[in-house]
T-cell receptor, first 114, second 112 residues
Framework: GAVVSQHPSWVICKSGTSVKIECRSLDFQATTMFWYRQFPKQSLMLMATSNEGSKATYEQGVEKDKFLINHASLTLSTLTVTSAHPEDSSFYIC??????????FGEGSRLTVL | DAKTTQPPSMDCAEGRAANLPCNHSTISGNEYVYWYRQIHSQGPQYIIHGLKNNETNEMASLIITEDRKSSTLILPHATLRDTAVYYCIVRPTYNQGGKLIFGQGTELSVKP
């Protein structure tokens, strides 16, 4: 199937710093990408829809100034966690798909904020 | 909110068929049924999807009832590597917004 890649796989940062996570579609173009977060023992929660060339659409309760999303090209979306705090520690996952119906997921990025 | 209900957990013997049920009684006519699985600490893996006809691929079979209110994912010969959380999701077609909303899924344990 199509490949979606995330980087970094894991990151540790100090409280108050910002962290950027990249999501790339490797063999297709994606006008839309989706960002999720997942806490231990819980399901995936959709955070936002990333739209190429326009503003992201955030789900209710997700702070858009806290989680900055940029989708500058048809193969790259980035999620920046600004002024990270320990409660932002989580598993962040992106997904995207070609126009054939399937959505594929990246490997996930585990963020630990100290 | 997720539009599907699944049993929280199931066990299956290695080599036997695993049948995972899903209820989606409020599914709309333009919504597909998707199945994904997530192995611990990895991103979800696409398995299969369908609209109203039964579907089969190299991983699994998807049986959708005629009224489309429920479906069953079948892993014909479960292996230990099939131990994962399986998610059943209903989703509009790609060009109608297409986001995936995850429920709690079924934790499948394949035992030797």
């Amino acid at each position: 199937g199509a490949v979606v890649s995330q980087h970094p796989s894991w990151v540790i940062c100090k409280s108050g710093t910002s962290v950027k996570i990249e999501c790339r579609s490797l063999d297709f173009q994606a006008t839309t990408m989706f960002w999720y977060r997942q806490f231990p023992k819980q399901s995936l929660m959709l955070m936002a829809t990333s739209n190429e060339g326009s503003k992201a659409t955030y789900e209710q309760g997700v702070e858009k100034d806290k989680f900055l999303i940029n989708h500058a090209s048809l193969t790259l979306s980035t999620l920046t966690v600004t002024s990270a705090h320990p409660e932002d520690s989580s598993f962040y996952i992106c997904s995207a798909g070609p126009n054939t119906g399937e959505l594929f997921f990246g490997e996930g990025s585990r963020l630990t904020v100290l | 909110d997720a539009k599907t209900t699944q049993p929280p957990s199931m066990d299956c013997a290695e080599g036997r068929a695993a049948n995972l049920p899903c209820n989606h009684s409020t599914i709309s006519g333009n919504e597909y049924v998707y199945w994904y699985r997530q192995i611990h600490s990895q991103g979800p893996q696409y398995i299969i999807h369908g609209l109203k006809n039964n579907e089969t691929n190299e991983m699994a079979s998807l049986i959708i009832t005629e009224d489309r209110k429920s479906s069953t994912l079948i892993l014909p010969h479960a292996t230990l590597r099939d131990t994962a959380v399986y998610y059943c999701i209903v989703r509009p077609t790609y060009n109608q917004g297409g986001k995936l909303i995850f429920g709690q899924g079924t934790e499948l344990s394949v035992k030797p």
